[in-house]
């Protein structure tokens, strides 16, 4: 008995259905959009104040609640400037630990970050250029995301930049870093300034999903995402955290990085 012949049939992308005009709506979407919510603005306000006084403190909130991309937009509204043949003034920067950060992996990372093409070298030698370029760049804050990965060693060398070099670090983690923070009194004793992020409520959520439809989503007709019955969808949904109400935007919209900016 012959085997069934079967007809393979691959579809044309979605695009090729869609006339020019939404494709272009599709295509602004998918630009990143960022909208400052009210509670981002206190966020960086704090971080300001922290950063005119060369505070060192920390900020704690559970996984996906927003913090990482709170503190890369603070990053983005102090961008660095540049001055014809001198170092370029660089006030924030960002910097993401990787696995078990030690004391070489933040140097290089830092000297990366400031486009500083030598990497290599023992560690006193990437201690002193990392001091070197901090001055001559003028930072004036330190942002590390994921804090609880730096070994113990790390910290010492973060210590030392806020120590001896006057420049606001910045903590950023879950409540694991606080754990790690409080087995090193020196390290508690100069970070105890915190901020800490919380899950939204409902409330909040309308607000956000209201906000995304006036000025990322803007649709020629009311989408209803406010209403009582969709707003109870998401809220169990999502509960309460922003990352999930991204992931939900990523999977049933065009739109997903421009609800990330709304979310984070």
Same mark, same amino acid.
């Given at each position: ?10 579809? +044309?992308? *979605? ?12 295509? !602004?979407?998918? &630009? ?10 206190? %966020? /960086?306000?704090? +971080? ?9 403190? !920390?900020?704690?909130?559970e996984? !996906? $609640? ?6 890369? =937009? ?6 660095p400037?540049?001055a ?10 960002y910097? /993401? ?28 030698? *990437? ?37 001896? +070099?006057?420049?606001?670090?910045? +903590? @950023?983690? $879950?409540?694991r870093?606080? =754990?790690?923070?409080? !087995? ?5 004793? &100069? %970070? ?36 009582? =019955? @969709?707003?109870? @969808?998401?809220?169990?949904?999502? &509960? ?25």
């Open positions: 008995m012959k085997p069934t012949e079967m007809e393979v049939i691959v579809p +044309l992308p *979605l695009s090729r259905g869609l006339d020019v005009q939404v494709q272009q709506q599709i295509k !602004r979407l998918q &630009r990143h959009c960022f909208v400052e919510l009210e509670a981002v603005k206190q %966020f /960086h306000d704090w +971080l300001d104040d922290k950063r005119h006084c060369r505070q060192a403190c !920390r900020v704690i909130g996984e !996906r $609640t927003g913090k990482t991309f709170a503190c890369d =937009a603070y990053r983005l509204k102090n961008s400037s540049l014809k043949g001198d170092a370029p003034i660089v006030p924030v920067i910097w /993401h630990a990787t696995t078990e950060t030690g004391q070489r992996e933040l140097f290089v990372g830092l000297l990366e970050h400031l486009k500083y093409r030598i990497t290599r070298g023992t560690l006193a030698e *990437l201690r002193e250029r990392v001091y070197r370029l901090l001055r001559a760049c003028q930072v004036e804050m330190i942002i590390l995301d994921e804090a609880h990965r730096l070994r113990p060693k790390t910290f010492s060398e973060i210590r030392d930049i806020f120590d001896l +070099l006057g420049i606001a670090v910045v +903590l @950023v983690g $879950t409540d870093l606080e =754990a790690v923070v409080r !087995r090193d009194e020196q390290v508690h004793n &100069r %970070f105890m300034a915190c901020y800490r992020f919380y899950r939204f409520d409902s409330q909040t959520l309308e607000e956000i999903t209201a906000i995304w439809e006036e000025y990322v989503l803007k649709l020629p007709q009311p989408s209803n995402l406010t209403s009582a =019955a @969709v707003q109870k @969808v998401l809220g169990a949904s999502t &509960r309460g955290y922003l990352g999930a109400l991204d992931e939900m935007g990523a999977e049933r919209s065009p739109a997903s990085t421009a609800s990330r900016a709304i979310s984070d």
